[in-house]
C-alpha cells in the first residue's frame, strides 16, 4: 500500500526523480516521458469521466486503475532483475490487453461500418473520448521509442495501441452508436 504524507521531498528540485526501483534519472529521461504522458492520459480521462454513466463510466474506471498499472510498469526498468526484486514489481498483463480486445469487439457490434473517417465531435463524451485516444496514442509513440532504447514490457506497448482504439469505438458508441458522429469530407472546403 502506497502511503503519501508529504507531498513535496525536495529531492527532484535539481532535474532528476527516482524511478520505481529506486534508480535517479533525469526528469527529461524517455522513461519519465512516456510514463508521465500515460498519467496525462489518465487526467484527460478524468474529464471524460465527468460525462459519463453506467457501464462506460466503470469501463472508463477500469481503465483509470490499469493506466496507473501502467505508469507503475513503465518506471520500474530491468524486467530481468524482477525476480531480484524485493517485491514484485506490478506489470501490465496480457490479460488487461484481452478484456480491452473484447469490449472493443462487443462495443463495434452494435455499429454501422464506416464510410469515412471520423471527426472528434458529436457529444461532449464523444470529443473528450478523442481527446483520450490522441494523448493515449502519444503515450504509446513514446513507450515505443522508449522500448528501441531499453527493454519495456511487450504488453505494455500492446495495452497502449489497444486503448487508444478502445477510445475511438467507445467515442462512436457515445454518439449515439454513431449517429452523432461527425465524418470528414474530403476537400470539402476547397
Known sequence: MVVLNKIYTRT????????????????HSMRV???GTVDEV???????????????DAA???????????????CRPDMDKDDEAEYT???VSDNQVTRLETEIDTMNKALEPLRS????????LAA????????SRRAERLS????????????????????????????RVSNDGGARDVLWVPGANR
Open 144 to 171: 515505443v521509442e522508449l522500448a528501441a532504447e531499453e527493454h519495456v514490457n511487450p504488453a505494455a506497448v500492446k495495452y497502449l495501441n489497444r486503448l487508444s482504439d478502445w477510445f475511438f469505438v467507445a467515442a
Open 60 to 74: 472508463l474506471a477500469r481503465i483509470q486503475n490499469d493506466l496507473f498499472d501502467l505508469g507503475a510498469d513503465l
Open 117 to 124: 473517417f471520423v471527426l472528434p465531435g458529436g457529444t461532449t
Open 42 to 56: 489518465n487526467a484527460t480521462l478524468g474529464l471524460a469521466r465527468l460525462h459519463a454513466t453506467g457501464e462506460t
Open 12 to 27: 527532484g528540485d535539481k532535474g532528476d526523480t527516482a524511478l520505481g526501483n529506486g534508480a535517479r534519472v533525469a526528469k
Open 89 to 91: 514489481p506490478l506489470r
Open 128 to 135: 473528450y473520448l478523442h481527446l483520450c485516444r490522441t494523448v
Open 33 to 35: 516521458t512516456a510514463y
